[in-house]
């Protein structure tokens, strides 16, 4: 390459990473959606030998169904979402990228209503849809390696060795990425309209809020995994019965959803997360 081109590449190279470091990080994605469910596929992998799952069939098609069916009124890619329930007690749920939902048995446990469950799961179908960790991945990447970024954007391996590195280094752990406080605000307003989209009453999330709410003051331990990666529930309570404050009412129950819970009351119970 000549001394012309691979100035303008140094200097292509260096104002990207001057952009990484400002606002222009909340646009820019370092990994594509491709990657992104690339490294969701290899995280699924790595949580299903580690996370054990509800042992009934019917429970497990039953969230099945009700993901796949919020997650076809979901906007931006068609990512391949997937819906698992892992077999613990504490209240929890968490995306991951590229389409993979785990819900925890307590959430089904502690929901009054479908449009709670429901409400829950398009929370998190809407951090995939809006490429929360794409831009959580981005972000700790300029923030804790952007030298080692920058060499290898301005080196012979090329971007794409960049992304692939990234990609490598945070798979074992990309269920662990804590969303931002702005992220849970937009996947709150994208999850109510969701579920308005699909039919279901929206007050159905802040009211599964509310059911967190409650929870924290008598059992703080069984919320704990679910305040380590979101926002407390008094805040998002406030801000969601402003969101669903004149929506309209829609689907509340189905006897699936009692039949599910009554097919969990009969399993042994849930057992806690482990210490990690």
């Known amino acids: 390459m000549s001394r012309p081109c691979a100035f303008a590449r140094r200097t ?3 104002l990207l990473a001057l952009s990484l470091t400002s606002a222009g990080v909340a646009a820019f994605q370092l990994i594509s959606v491709r990657d992104e469910v690339q490294l969701g ?3 699924q992998e790595e949580l299903r030998r580690q996370t054990p799952e509800v042992s009934d069939p019917r429970v497990r098609a ?3 169904d009700l993901g796949a069916r919020l997650a076809s009124h979901a906007s931006g890619e068609a990512y391949p979402y ?12 968490f995306a991951l990228p590229g389409g993979p939902v785990w819900v925890h048995r307590g959430v089904l446990e502690a929901a009054d209503a479908e449009a709670q469950l429901a409400g829950v799961l398009a929370h998190e179908i809407a951090h995939i849809s809006e490429r929360h960790a794409a831009q959580q991945i981005t972000k ?3 923030a804790n390696g952007l030298l080692g970024l920058l060499g ?6 090329g971007a794409g060795a960049a992304a692939a590195q990234v990609a490598a280094g945070v798979t074992a752990n990309s269920f662990m990425l804590k969303f931002s406080r702005d992220d849970e605000r937009e996947a709150d307003r994208e999850g109510v309209g969701l579920l308005q989209r699909a039919g279901y009453d929206p007050r159905g999330l802040l009211e599964f809020m509310q059911v967190l709410a409650r929870q924290e003051g008598r059992s703080p331990g069984s919320v704990a995994q679910f305040l380590s990666t979101h926002p407390a529930p008094a805040s998002r309570v406030r801000e969601l019965s402003q969101l669903v404050a004149r929506a309209p ?3 509340r129950t189905s006897a699936a959803f009692t039949d599910a819970r009554r097919r969990l009351a009969s399993l042994p119970a849930a057992r806690p997360m482990p210490r990690r």
């Not at 290898?152 to 391996?157: E, L, S, T």
């Open 12 to 14: 292509g190279s260096l």
């Open 41 to 43: 596929r290899q995280a």
């Open 62 to 64: 039953y969230v099945a």
């Open 82 to 93: 997937s819906f698992s329930v892992a077999d613990y007690r504490e209240l929890n749920a």
């Open 140 to 142: 700790g990447t300029v």
């Open 152 to 157: 290898a954007i301005v080196g012979d391996r």
């Open 249 to 251: 009412a829609g689907r």
